[in-house]
T-cell receptor
Framework: GQNIDQPTEMTATEGAIVQINCTYQ??????LFWYQQHAGEAPTFLSY????GLEEKGRFSSFLSRSKGYSYLLLKELQMKDSASYLC???????????FGRGTSLIVHP | DAGVIQSPRHEVTEMGQEVTLRCKPI?????LFWYRQTMMRGLELLIY????????DSGMPEDRFSAKMPNASFSTLKIQPSEPRDSAVYFC????????????FGPGTRLLVL
């Protein structure tokens, strides 16, 4: 099985930087996804990491360390619209079907 | 493409009634997933299909739940009989067969069983 752990809730100030961590334990790791989910909406894809290192995509970056079973999502220049739940999902085994963490609810305040 | 389409968007029913949720995946996608999301349990995978064939239904809570995919463009999730604890948001998602490709989620069906 898999164990995925992320903080339940975080708060940050508009314009600041926030880092959302995700740790996982799995066998046959084959990739890690981050999704954003606004209240009442479906999850939408943010990033995919399969190799160690940092992937930057505009204001959002995602980091992976396979040896440590660790990833983080970095959000820069926070905006109010970034208030959402951020889901870490880990793929493993031959199926490449990701298992989702419980999500981190990010609240951005003025 | 219109994306993944789900219907109905909202469903309110009484305990004991049959509920049928519908999904149309993105054309050309080989995989279709049904998820359930609640505050208590987060996003749970119920079942997924590959080329219309059910591959893993270990997440289906019990025999009251069943899912079918009669063709590449349509799937149903049925709950019979429904119970209040089935109240949740049910998402359908689809993806291609490339591992690095993301799943694309439909807008979800909000189910309330009274």
């Amino acid at each position: 099985g898999q164990n995925i752990d992320q903080p339940t809730e975080m708060t940050a100030t508009e314009g600041a930087i926030v880092q959302i961590n995700c740790t996982y334990q799995t066998s046959g790791f084959n990739g890690l996804f981050w999704y954003q989910q606004h209240a009442g909406e479906a999850p939408t894809f943010l990033s995919y990491n399969v190799l160690d290192g940092l992937e930057e995509k505009g204001r959002f970056s995602s980091f992976l360390s396979r040896s440590k079973g660790y990833s983080y999502l970095l959000l820069k220049e926070l905006q109010m619209k970034d208030s959402a739940s951020y889901l870490c999902a880990v793929g493993s085994g031959g199926s490449y079907i990701p298992t989702f963490g419980r999500g981190t609810s990010l609240i951005v305040h003025p | 493409d219109a994306g993944v389409i789900q219907s109905p968007r909202h469903e309110v029913t009484e305990m004991g009634q049959e509920v049928t949720l519908r999904c149309k995946p993105i054309s050309g996608h080989d995989y279709l997933f049904w998820y359930r999301q609640t505050m208590m349990r987060g996003l749970e995978l119920l079942i997924y299909f590959n080329n219309n064939v059910p591959i893993d239904d270990s997440g289906m809570p019990e025999d009251r739940f069943s899912a079918k995919m009669p063709n590449a463009s349509f799937s149903t999730l049925k709950i019979q009989p429904s119970e209040p604890r089935d109240s949740a948001v049910y998402f359908c998602a689809s993806k291609s067969d490339r591992p690095q490709e993301t799943q694309y989620f439909g807008p979800g069906t909000r189910l309330l069983v009274l």
